[in-house]
């Protein structure tokens, strides 16, 4: 709520702010919703100059129509795809990671999403020249790991080390942190000053659901509260700074034989725009690899969601993957 103040638009002097506070009108809704006649015989304001600060306030801050047309024209040119490494991974999310929106991965413990999370940091590093904040709350992010990947995808060492450089880790092991290393980063951005080594385009979070889960349910009546804070806090640095936002979350079973769907509840599945759901599959050793599955689960653009496709990745990748994700907090319901 806009409070009323000397300059905040031309005519809106001290001297009627101060009139105008003392009949009780001290924010701009306070202002517009007045009427005026009334306002400038109690305050012994002139009614023209009243109607003139309100058009020019109106102006300022009243949210006007926009035609579909407009909107879509705007969604077009502020949408970049970032690519996530895996090409079958960019089939099944419409050529990949959209700006815009929030994207959550979601799987058990050993399913590949941190080895998804660290690929896809690579690959918008090192293909795209993009910056990345890498949000770890599960202590999973090891930089031994993702230079395993830049060596695999790029030769030149100099490449390497720049790639690596553009990747920024933010260690959060709460709620609290996490939502103060965003704050932060809005800050930045809201100030155009976000790093000397390029634009940040895309923010991965491993995981939301480690520092979420522990405020639900019992006596956390605020954990719903933050949790949706979190959501909007999210939602809107996707959009109103185009970029793409990446969480992991885990997956629970109602029963032993119950499918697999996503933690945090219902409030929550109306966050990502997007969901893949990661399973691992029996390794075939003999070819040195190990198979995981990724499935489509929810997407805002296709109407028929496509088969899950194959993720095929190195065994020493996955084998330090699958170590790191043991280590998470154990799969919830």
């Known amino acids: 709520m806009v409070v009323l103040r000397a300059g905040l638009c031309p005519g809106l002097t001290e001297?009627?702010?101060?009139?105008?506070?003392?009949?009780?009108?001290?924010?701009?809704?306070?202002?517009?919703?007045?009427?005026?006649?009334?306002?400038?015989?109690?305050?012994?304001?002139?009614?023209?100059?009243?109607?003139?600060?309100?058009?020019?306030?109106?102006?300022?801050?009243?949210?006007?129509?926009?035609?579909?047309?407009?909107?879509?024209?705007?969604?077009?040119?502020?949408?970049?795809?970032?690519?996530?490494?895996?090409?079958?991974?960019?089939?099944?999310?419409?050529?990949?990671?959209?700006?815009?929106?929030?994207?959550?991965?979601?799987?058990?413990?050993?399913?590949?999403?941190?080895?998804?999370?660290?690929?896809i940091a690579a690959s918008v590093s090192l293909g795209l020249k993009q910056h990345v904040l890498f949000l770890d709350s599960t202590g999973g992010f090891t930089a031994s790991r993702l230079y395993q990947i830049l060596r695999a995808r790029a030769e030149d060492g100099e490449e390497q080390l720049e790639a690596l450089q553009r990747i920024q880790v933010v260690r959060v092991f709460n709620i609290y942190e996490m939502l103060s290393a965003l704050q932060e980063l809005r800050d930045r951005l809201s100030q155009q000053v976000v790093s000397s080594v390029g634009p940040l385009k895309i923010v991965v979070i491993d995981s939301v659901s480690a520092v979420i889960y522990p405020l639900l349910g019992g006596k956390h009546s605020e954990g719903l509260a933050i949790m949706m804070q979190l959501a909007r806090e999210l939602k809107t640095l996707a959009k109103e700074f185009s970029l793409a936002v990446v969480v992991t979350n885990q997956v629970t079973r109602e029963s032993s034989t119950g499918p697999l769907k996503p933690a945090l509840g219902r409030s929550w599945s109306f966050v990502p725009s997007t969901r893949v759901l990661l399973e691992s599959k029996e390794a075939t050793w003999e070819k040195a690899t190990t198979q995981r599955v990724a499935s489509l689960a929810k997407s805002s653009r296709q109407v028929r969601l496509p088969g899950p496709v194959l993720l095929v990745m190195e065994e020493k990748l996955c084998d330090m993957d699958l170590a790191s994700e043991q280590r998470e907090a154990p799969s919830w319901g």
Do not use: H, W
């Open 15 to 119: 001297e009627m702010i101060q009139l105008l506070r003392a009949n009780g009108i001290r924010t701009v809704v306070d202002f517009v919703s007045s009427d005026l006649e009334d306002v400038a015989q109690k305050c012994s304001l002139s009614y023209k100059a009243l109607v003139a600060v309100r058009r020019v306030l109106l102006a300022q801050f009243s949210a006007f129509p926009t035609n579909g047309a407009d909107l879509f024209e705007e969604l077009k040119s502020s949408t970049a795809i970032l690519p996530t490494g895996s090409p079958s991974l960019d089939q099944l999310l419409d050529s990949g990671l959209y700006t815009g929106e929030v994207t959550e991965l979601m799987g058990a413990p050993g399913s590949g999403k941190t080895q998804v999370c660290l690929g």
